[in-house]
């Protein structure tokens, strides 16, 4: 079988989805009562979004809310939570020119992954949606008794999302370097180690800073959702 020649890895929130996973899921657990009082609860979840998009959010500051909310019940019961908040708030987010951009890397034989800072139990799901395979994301500890509400190993967020991605391709005995093209879409400042490091950024649905910045070093600029409004905002 041929290798492929091109890599094709895509952000998640606000790139292949108009919303944030991540902070949607918090906020469906606040407001069916799952995570505790409802209003401590969204009063947190709102705090990490407006420090993750100043730039100033730690991984562990992340970990300590997201991955907490992990600890509320047991795998099974999370799962049934899942299934109720992909049928309530993700399903109905996944638009066509998502489905079309990533149809457009399978056409060409690319190598495809999802590589997002927010954790592996939320995102597995979305990902076999999109038809996605290869997930690289925050890896949630578990023991015998579940989720532990730690990070295990290196967090897929900002520069730990360049070296992730090498080790998914260190994995598969392959490097960037073995790419003839390396593309990567994303909306965040957050993630610009990633975007520098491949040979074909994309500044997709992007933030006010990382639209700067790719207008100023020329830069693709791709708005899938432009005729959308995030639910959150």
Known sequence: MTAPRSLALFDLDHTLLPIDSDYQWAAFLARTGRAGDPVE?????DDLMLRYNAGVLTAQEAADFMLGLLTLAE??????????????????????KAIE?????????DLCAIV??????????????????????TIPEQNHNGYTGRILGIPSFKEGKVARVQQWLNDRHMGLDDFQESWFYSDS?????????????????????????????????????????????
């Open 41 to 45: 609860a969204q009063r947190r979840n």
């Open 189 to 233: 400042l957050n993630d610009l180690p990633l975007l520098e490091a491949v040979t074909r950024p994309v500044a997709t649905n992007p933030s006010p800073a990382l639209r700067a910045v790719a207008i100023s070093r020329g830069w693709q600029v791709l708005d899938l959702f432009e005729d959308m409004q995030d639910a959150k905002s």
């Open 116 to 137: 997002t800072a927010t954790n592996e139990f939320v995102t597995r799901p979305i990902a076999a949606e999109f038809g996605i395979a290869d997930l690289i994301a």
């Open 101 to 109: 951009l990533i149809a457009q890397h399978r056409e060409r034989g």
């Open 75 to 96: 795998p099974t019961e999370l799962a049934r939570w899942h299934h109720a908040y992909m049928a309530e708030v993700v399903l109905p987010q996944i638009q066509p």
